[in-house]
């Protein structure tokens, strides 16, 4: 049997994915098989390969990735997580710690970015200058393949590690900026981007039509 790869695997997790929502969420065979899938996943080195490209080169020495499936039958609520060794914490520097993506997180994203388009165009969306600009960031990324989003799970959680939206202030309390959760995902993107371009050679953007000016946001509402 070939080496399991990337490409495949998320190929089959997309199968698999499309035909449980086509069933309403209630063929438990399809849910038994992504299941089966996250341990083929987590058993072969992909996920360690994972762990090297996106956690490590940021400081992680120790860093980990596993994916998640349901629990008790039932898919968690959130997306992704970093459950940290408190042990190899070094000067507020975590050194060690393990990422976990829940594989419907990776589709809820994108189903997010999807209604994100209409959203665009609701009173709800205006409310704040913030929540505007994230549902606007939301849409953009839905254009991203399931692959990617992944990817910028992954480097969101890293964003949060390494505190990227602390901000300091007058006394020298920190607290998070207003927007974290637009700031942690920009980083990712942004981080994605250099990885594609190193590897592929091309420009990210251009390639899925991602259409992002982060200047144009930081002005007026």
Partial sequence: MAPRTLTTTWKNFEKLFRQYEKSGRTDSKKLEAIDDLVRKTNASRITDALATLFVKPYGVENGSILLSGTIDGIFPEWRSKAEISIEEVDDDEVKSCTIIININGVFDFLAEGAAALDKLNTPEARKSFQEYRYTAYMAQMSKLPAKFVLFLLIL?????????????????????????RYLQLLWGFKELETFFKRTNGLDLRAEFGILWLESDWFIGQ
Avoid: H, N
């Avoid at 959680?157 to 505190?163: I, Y």
């Avoid at 990227?164 to 309390?173: L, P, Q």
């Fill in 156 to 180: 969101q959680e890293v964003a949060t590690l390494k505190r990227i939206t602390d901000v300091e202030k007058k006394g020298g309390e920190i607290e998070a900026a207003v927007g974290a």
